[in-house]
């Protein structure tokens, strides 16, 4: 490529609403666009990374014996309503009608539409196992859309689907797709963890998530640095049942009424471990999240940065939909029957509470204790089971492993993978059933395999940068090779040497841009460590007078001179 063909746009500054590092480099580096809210136009730049993901996964999908097809984004509602997801999915599943009026699911995955074609193609024993895949994307109406491609609204998904005789040939599909993640994100060249997690809304039994280490993660991972434990924190986590109700009852009554009780006050009574830094704690309302259970309070730790003031005048982002709670509310809530509390350290409502808590408790982080673990809230809610209320415990680091075989430690982790085991979860509601040897109909038994292509970009670049820019792991930079030539435009020398030297990598099936552009050389390197391109070599006229170039690693402090002829093999 040519960079005088290609598209490039670097911005000196972020926009100011983007908020964390990948999002900034992303829009700075002209890697994304944004159109709406979590809706972003991928740019020629953005787009050459994705393609790179798509194609890694497309072989390890390929090589682990899944077939790829592509199933719609636009999907009848009739198979939504089979399974109940039409109304079980909430205001995240986007709703469309045609104009006959006929209504139609925006896909934010696609169990229904695999399962219905299985169902149809799939009749015999001998016809099994098979995966089903596609690279597609998906549509979900996220509460709150954010950090560029991370948490978008539009974006795109590997999802592949398994269908199995029986539970034994699920866990081997499982344990293939399993594996075959294992290699995808070590090919991306990316530092991951996989861990244990929850089954959340899609049900089943076992299940896995892939997460890129990052501090900026949104989700919190409890591993053992001595054993193979490792859990996402609501797998992982319960915490203890921290008070009786009426004493819980009367301090969240009194916390609702600012200057009515002490924050320490509250914080004992509820048994939370009060953060140094949170100045109030407030219990209010999301009248827009309500879940079948009836409106939802939130317990709000509020460091001391923010006033109780500006929350009521809405001015505290992430809490703008939030009104506190009147005492009637709460009485109201908390009535007769035990409540429960939960999570404390984990930016996810737990298990539990997930189907009417809101997805994402992070905008409204509260407060920090000494170790620097946040408290992201606390929900209450009604409708717990006993058993689970009862070893309810909180994880914290130095906790001993569950395996025994060490002490707990805790990171930040950007989902990027999900497996789920299945079982019958859809095969039963929509009758996928295969005949045995016997002729008898049988369930299949499903797995469900998603991977987070868009949003590997973000993570990636959460791993990966400096001051200058983005720094990618080559197998999935935008070009693994710039060639900057000091003066193309005006130096024929250099010139010349700059167009043999980029035949000479092309013909050797290296990914290399030319930047043809006759830029300043200090306009040039700071475009492409910003887009951050691994491999720079430099032409200039000096070092060709002595038969040399100068090549520099995105991660180098200094260039290293390399004799011309030498360069291609060097670089390989
Ligand atoms: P999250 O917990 O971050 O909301 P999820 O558990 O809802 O993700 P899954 O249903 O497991 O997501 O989907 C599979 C993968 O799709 C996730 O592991 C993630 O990498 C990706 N993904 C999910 N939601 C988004 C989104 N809004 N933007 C970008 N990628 C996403
Ligand atoms: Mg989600
Ligand atoms: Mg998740
Ligand atoms: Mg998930």
Same mark, same amino acid.
């Given at each position: ?333 908390? =009535?007769? /029957?035990? #409540?429960?509390?939960?999570?404390? !350290? &984990? %930016? ?5 509470? *997930? ?57 930040? =982790?950007? /989902?990027? #993978?999900?497996?789920?085991?299945? !079982? &019958? %979860? ?5 009758? *996928? ?140």
């Amino acid at each position: 490529m040519r960079a005088s063909r290609f598209f490039i746009s670097t911005l000196k500054e972020a926009p100011s609403d983007a908020e964390i590092i990948s999002h900034k480099l992303m829009l700075r580096a002209g890697m994304i666009k944004r159109l709406g809210s979590g809706i972003y136009n991928y740019m020629p730049m953005g787009l050459r990374v994705i393609r790179k993901v798509e194609n890694i996964v497309r072989e390890e999908m390929n090589r682990a014996g899944a077939i790829e097809l592509l199933m719609p984004v636009v999907q009848p509602a009739e198979l939504w309503q089979e399974t109940g997801r039409w109304d079980k999915m909430g205001p995240e599943l986007m709703r469309v009608k045609d104009r006959h009026g006929r209504d139609y699911a925006i896909q934010p995955t696609s169990e229904e539409v695999v399962t219905d074609l299985v169902r149809t193609e799939i009749k015999s024993y001998r016809q099994l196992p098979v995966n089903f895949y596609h690279i597609q994307t998906k549509f979900r109406d996220e509460r709150r859309p954010r950090f560029g491609l991370m948490r978008g609204r539009e974006f795109t998904m590997k999802d592949a689907y398994s269908f199995d005789r029986d539970v034994e040939g699920m866990q081997r599909s499982y344990q293939i797709m399993y594996d075959a993640y294992v290699r995808i994100f070590n090919r991306f060249g990316l530092q991951f963890r996989a861990v244990a997690a929850d089954n959340g809304a899609i049900g089943g039994s076992g299940s896995h998530e892939f997460h890129v280490i990052a501090d900026t993660g949104e989700d919190a991972l409890v591993y053992c640095p001595t054993s193979s434990y490792a859990a996402n924190i609501e797998a992982a986590e319960a915490l203890p049942l921290a008070t009786s109700r009426p004493a819980a009852t009367e301090a969240l009554v009194k916390a609702s009424t600012p200057g009515k009780a002490k924050c320490a006050d509250v914080a004992e009574l509820l048994g939370l471990p009060l953060a140094r830094t949170v100045k109030s704690i407030v219990l209010a309302v999301d009248d827009e999240e309500k879940g079948p259970a009836g409106t939802q309070l939130w317990l709000l730790m509020l460091r001391g940065d923010h006033d109780l003031n500006e929350v009521k005048a809405g001015k505290v982002p992430g809490l703008a939909n939030y009104r506190f709670a009147s005492e009637a509310e709460i009485v109201d809530w908390f =009535g007769t /029957e035990p #409540g429960y509390l939960g999570p404390i !350290g &984990t %930016r996810k409502p737990v298990k539990v509470v *997930a189907d009417r808590t809101v997805a994402n408790m992070s905008d409204f982080v509260c407060g920090a204790n000494e170790a620097d673990f946040h408290y992201t809230g606390a929900n209450w809610g009604r409708d717990v089971p006993e058993p689970l209320v009862a070893d309810l415990r909180n994880v914290v680091e130095g906790d001993p492993s569950p395996d025994g075989q060490g002490v707990l430690a805790i990171q930040r =982790g950007i /989902e990027v #993978g999900h497996v789920f085991q299945l !079982g &019958t %979860r859809y095969s039963q509601d929509m009758k *996928a059933t295969y005949l045995d040897e016997t002729g008898k109909p049988q369930l299949m038994q499903m797995g469900c395999y998603g991977i987070g292509v868009t949003r590997i970009l973000g993570a990636a670049i959460e791993q990966n940068f400096d001051d200058k820019g983005i720094i990618w792991p080559a197998s999935i930079a935008p070009f693994e090779v710039v060639l900057c030539p000091m003066g193309y435009d005006r130096n024929e020398q250099v010139r010349a040497e700059a167009d043999r030297l980029y035949a000479e990598l092309q013909a050797a099936g290296i990914d290399v841009i030319l930047d043809d552009r006759g830029e300043r050389p200090g306009v040039m390197f700071a475009d492409w460590e910003l887009i951050g391109v691994p491999h720079r070599i430099v032409i200039g006229d000096r070092g060709l007078k002595e038969g040399r170039l100068e090549y520099q690693g995105r991660r180098d402090a200094a260039a290293t001179p390399v004799a011309v002829p030498e360069m291609a093999a060097f670089i390989q």
